[in-house]
């Protein structure tokens, strides 16, 4: 077996590895906007506190 017939998975490659593609994609994607709600849920928080802090 070689390289190309591995990839190509008697025909089948396209949808196994894009499948893995498609499933990178979103878990990346998780990864991103997670970080970008704990970012902004932060930024809430200190706004909160500062605001209590003025009282």
Known sequence: ?????????????FYVWGSYGVA????????????????ITLQQLRLMRDVGDEE
């Open 1 to 13: 077996m070689n390289w190309a017939e591995f990839f190509a998975m008697k025909g089948y490659g």
């Open 24 to 39: 990178l994609l979103v878990l990346l994607l998780e990864i991103v906007l997670v970080r970008h709600k704990r970012t």
